[in-house]
């Protein structure tokens, strides 16, 4: 049984179609990467997949259930959503933007109860952030505040974690650490998808890449299978030099200026 | 939370104020007259300030209050048309401008698609104009009339509760509580509306629903004030900032907090309103010229 199954997703903003016929499913407990240009439908199709977005045409299945038949709530136990950045309108402390994740535990007036705390202590400390509970959210570098997201997705307890560009704004060592906590959780049992313009991270950490290209799935396979110099020179327009990772059997992408 | 106990003091000293203060004798009839003041002065402050509270959390920005979204102008201009029809301020009249201009705003917004929230504002406040100009067309044209729209205006806590109107208030009363109580069932939500429509959505909140829910609800509850005491100003606004440095983020707190804040202010405005002059000013007149420069200082602070 697939996590996810994605079969011939349309979307359109307006009347621009940005997602065209694309097909392609996560398995369980895998680790895939979505990677391609700017504007490449990337972060469109995540939204779709969390239920965020509707597709035009198309359906989606989650573990073999129609999206549309899954409540609302119901969706958020079973599939969590890190955004690429997220902008906190109200200065709450860590703590409570972590409980926020149980919410799709909670009815409407329930008090938050004792399963809630544990799991929000046990995000806090799996994402690192134990030490900044107190703290108000704002008052956070944004390598900090992505992890204090994380944990409050964590919080949620899901099956399935869905993350756009975590690491973009990050510096070396909060990006190491972000993706070394996604390796963490998958050999647990996480099933993960995340987009990635860092093709060297994508493929070093995911198992399987979907290159997107122009709102359509240009190709899919191992990052070994995917990544060449034609392909990414077809794709992004760019001259790269590929060779083999030192201590890994992936490759990684090196720039090539231009004259040398 | 022990913050509440101050405030609740601070509550019930502005309604023991309320009643003693005045340039009248304090006879039984002045007490009475003073005691539905207090009446509708909590009842109307209490829902604006909340109101402020819930719309603001909802659209995520500090400049919404119910005259930003265009219910309350379009409350003072149902109002206004009923005074000139029936030379006399009739409820229904300003609850039916509040959800017919609440409702055309959201239409708009809706037609558009997209973000509903940005466009949200941008319609109120655009109706919010139109509804002001209508109005002083009516009071151009009513001339006699102009005396009691221009209350109605700036908002004025007056009105007598006597045998014949006293089902009325307490029902609108009632209603109003019930009202409050349901909007009161999303604290959660606000709180996580704070961070953005998608991670809202992404935790299984339906938008599109709920600021459907929201904003005919607060559209309702601002109709009932304003047919009530009319349309004053910068108490949801002002109110439910104060509510937020005091009682922090959490919408389970500064909610209800804001209720009792609102209250407060309105009380201790409406007593200012009674004494600063010889003839009663507009309450309204007064929650500006109080509340602007305590904004100020709050926000410079």
């Known amino acids: 049984m697939e996590a996810i199954k994605a079969k011939n997703i349309y979307f359109s903003y307006n009347t621009k179609d940005v997602i065209k016929n694309v097909s392609f499913s996560l398995e369980q407990e895998e680790f895939l990467g979505i990677i391609g240009p700017n504007g490449a439908g990337k972060s469109t199709i995540l939204r779709i997949l969390c239920g965020i977005l509707r597709p035009k045409t198309g359906d989606i299945f989650i573990f073999n259930k129609d999206i549309n038949d899954i409540d609302k709530k119901t969706l958020a136990q079973k599939i969590a959503f890190v955004p690429q950045e997220t902008h906190f309108a109200l200065n709450f402390p860590v703590k409570d933007i972590v409980l926020m994740g149980r919410f799709p535990y909670l009815r409407a007036f329930q008090r938050e109860g004792r399963k809630d705390l544990e799991a929000t202590k046990h995000a806090l400390a799996y994402a690192q952030v134990v030490e900044f509970r107190k703290r108000p959210i704002n008052s956070l570098s944004s390598g900090e505040r992505q992890r204090v997201v994380l944990a409050r997705a964590l919080a949620q307890e899901p099956e399935i974690l869905i993350l756009d560009e975590p690491t973009s704004h990050l510096d070396l060592h909060h990006q190491y650490a972000i993706m070394e906590l996604l390796k963490k959780l998958n050999t647990e049992g996480m099933s993960i998808i995340i987009v990635n313009h860092d093709l060297n991270l994508a493929s070093l950490y995911c198992q399987r890449l979907v290159l997107m290209h122009k709102g359509c799935i240009f190709s899919k396979g191992t990052p070994q299978s995917l990544i060449n110099e034609k392909t990414l020179n077809d794709v992004y327009k760019t001259e790269v030099k590929i060779i083999k990772h030192p201590y890994k059997n992936v490759p990684q992408i090196f720039f090539h200026p231009k004259g040398e | ?301």
């Open chain 2, 1 to 301: 939370m022990n913050k509440f106990v101050p405030v609740i003091l601070i509550f019930l000293l502005a309604i023991f104020v309320s009643i003693m203060v005045g340039p009248a004798q304090l006879t039984s009839e002045i007490i009475q007259l003073r005691l539905s003041r207090v009446i509708l002065g909590i009842f109307a402050g209490g829902i604006l300030a909340f109101c402020g509270g819930v719309l603001q959390g909802l659209f995520g920005n500090p400049l919404v209050e119910p005259y930003t979204l265009g219910s309350a102008s379009g409350a003072a201009l149902g109002g206004s048309i009923g005074i000139l029809l029936f030379g006399t301020i009739s409820p229904l009249f300003a609850f039916f401008g509040s959800l017919g201009v609440g409702f055309f705003v959201f239409t708009v917004a809706r037609i558009e698609g997209g973000l509903l929230r940005d466009r949200l504002i941008l319609a109120g406040v655009v109706m919010s104009f139109l509804c002001s100009s209508l109005v002083m067309i009516i009071m151009v044209m009513g001339g006699r009339e102009l005396y009691e729209i221009l209350y109605l205006l700036m908002g004025y806590l007056g009105i007598i509760i006597n045998a014949e109107n006293r089902l009325f208030i307490i029902l609108m009363i009632v209603l109003s509580a019930v009202l409050m109580l349901f909007l009161y069932r999303y604290h959660r939500e606000l709180d996580i509306i704070s961070q953005g429509l998608e991670t809202a959505a992404g935790l299984g909140i339906d938008i599109q629903k709920f600021s459907v829910i929201i904003f005919l609800i607060t559209s309702l509850l601002i109709g009932l004030t304003v047919s009530l005491v009319g349309a004053i100003g910068f108490v949801g606004l002002v109110i439910p900032h104060i509510s937020k440095l005091l009682f922090g983020p959490k919408h389970l707190y500064n909610l209800p907090a804001s209720f009792i804040l609102g209250a407060t202010f309105l009380l201790l405005a409406d007593t200012v309103s009674r004494i600063i002059t010889v003839y009663e000013l507009p309450v309204g007149v007064v929650t500006s010229l109080i509340g602007v420069p305590f904004f100020i200082y709050l926000y410079r602070k």
